[in-house]
């Protein structure tokens, strides 16, 4: 819970400034549109640092990383709750990005090495909670505080946070030791940094508009490009940065490709609700913001599920069961209307919750239940990457298909039924990630409930 809090903290940070971007303009005078750099600045820092989490929560010890990472974005919230200018609230969020990018998975590796493995299905339901929740509650949050107060306070609420996540590091998580074994790769570092923050940023910039057209492509361009020489540098190196051997384990392995899968066609739906909530259904932002937060309290109940669930029916059936019922539960949410009750719609967001949560859960336990101690840097580090690239990949690939269909179907606004269209498609890839699970053997990851079943 110590790590969830943690993840929630860095995620409610990363969405709620979204709300505040308009009054933060006026106050720095600035135009709207240079704004986004506070964002993209953000993602571009957690893009460049999330490859070195492994090596130093090897070389320094996890826990004091995990703290020296909390204490940094603190500071660094501090830093932008004071700035007085568009300057100095960058350099900021550059700082609270690099944080942000080492408490995921030095927090991940501090679980998977603490953690027995009988009970890390149930630890991983514990930290898909953040994850689901503070996407979708940052907004609405950001704009109460926004409203009541002013937008410095969206930094400010980490302060106390802060400082008891690291007053209950110390009392409660061990202090696992460094271990000098390898030196940093730095080859490596340069070409995963360059070839993930192309990537992410320029998926970001073309989901959102950020830049033009040409230049985008080319930061994408640029990215593939880093990435693939990273692929040839990593089989000829002695200690890559980004141990890719990890996906020679057959549970990691289809984990990761059909979570990518997963995250592509899922990751986009809160994006997608809020285009549908607010400019086809008319709500305010408030209304818009509390139906999208029901999804969250679906998230809650299934952490005292899915444990029972996955002992019941195994890894390999509750993944391609559940992987069908997300993606119908995804184009269930894109047929919403003006018609529509708001029953039925919190009902509808409510199950898709659950499914979710499940989903998730599920691929985070089995992602790790073959990895061993030792790897568990390298594959939380790896396993950090690939969730960062396809969540960008999934909005920028939806608002792609959006415009897309807009441009196809005539319309000079967004349409109820381009968003389902699109939800839709969202949903088929879903259940396409049910064709990587059947890879998995029947008994896959039965450590990791068998104390469960028994």
Not at 3 to 10: Q, V
Not at 98 to 104: E, L, S, T
Not at 347 to 366: C, D, E, K, P
Request: hydrophobic share 55%.
């Amino acid at each position: 819970m110590i790590i969830g809090c943690a993840l929630f903290m860095e995620l409610i940070d990363a969405t709620a400034v979204l709300t505040a971007l308009p009054q933060m303009a006026r106050d720095f005078g600035e135009p709207s549109v240079r704004m986004n750099l506070v964002v993209s600045l953000y993602l571009l820092a957690v893009a460049l640092f999330v490859p070195v989490s492994g090596w130093a929560a090897d070389r320094f010890g996890p826990r004091r990383v995990f703290i020296s990472a909390i204490v940094l974005f603190t500071a660094a919230s501090v830093a932008c709750a004071c700035s007085g200018s568009l300057l100095q609230l960058s350099l900021a969020r550059l700082a609270q990005g690099a944080a942000g990018a080492m408490m995921v998975p030095v927090g991940q590796v501090i679980l998977l090495r603490w953690s027995p493995r009988e009970h890390l299905l149930r630890a991983m339901s514990y930290l898909t909670i953040p994850a689901l929740i503070g996407p979708i509650l940052g907004p609405p949050l950001g704009g109460l505080l926004v409203t009541l107060l002013s937008w410095q306070w969206i930094f400010l609420i980490n302060l106390p946070i802060g400082v008891l996540g690291v007053l209950l590091v110390l009392r409660y998580i061990p202090d696992y030791p460094g271990v000098r074994r390898q030196p940093l790769d730095v080859p490596g570092l340069l070409l995963s940094g360059v070839g993930l923050g192309g990537l992410v940023f320029g998926f970001e910039a073309f989901g959102h508009g950020l830049l033009p057209k040409p230049w985008t492509l080319l930061l994408i361009a640029l990215g593939l490009a880093s990435a693939v020489a990273y692929v040839w540098h990593a089989r000829r190196a002695p200690h890559p940065l980004i141990d890719l051997s990890l996906l020679r384990i057959p549970t990691f392995s289809v984990t990761f490709w059909g979570g990518n899968l997963m995250r592509i066609g899922s990751a986009s739906q809160p994006f997608l609700l809020v285009l549908l909530f607010q400019l086809c259904l008319g709500l305010n932002p408030l209304q818009a913001g509390l139906l999208s937060f029901v999804g969250g309290a679906g998230a809650f109940l299934m952490k005292l599920l899915a444990v029972r669930i996955v002992s019941r029916f195994g890894f390999k059936r509750t993944l391609i069961g559940n992987a069908v019922l997300t993606g119908l539960s995804l184009a269930a949410t894109g047929m919403f209307d003006i018609a529509t009750p708001y029953w039925l719609v919190v009902v509808v967001l409510f199950a898709s919750g659950i499914i979710r949560s499940l989903q998730f859960s599920t691929l985070g336990a089995l992602t790790f239940a073959d990895v061993s101690p030792e790897q568990s840097s390298g594959a939380s580090s790896l396993s950090a990457m690939s969730i960062q690239l396809t969540m960008s990949l999934s909005v920028g690939v939806a608002a792609a298909l959006l415009s897309l269909i807009m441009s196809i179907r005539g319309h000079a606004a967004i349409a109820q039924s381009d968003v389902a269209l699109v939800m839709g498609l969202a949903g088929a890839l879903c259940i396409v990630s049910a064709l990587v699970y059947r890879r998995l053997l029947p008994n896959a990851g039965a450590t990791v409930y068998a104390a469960h079943a028994r």
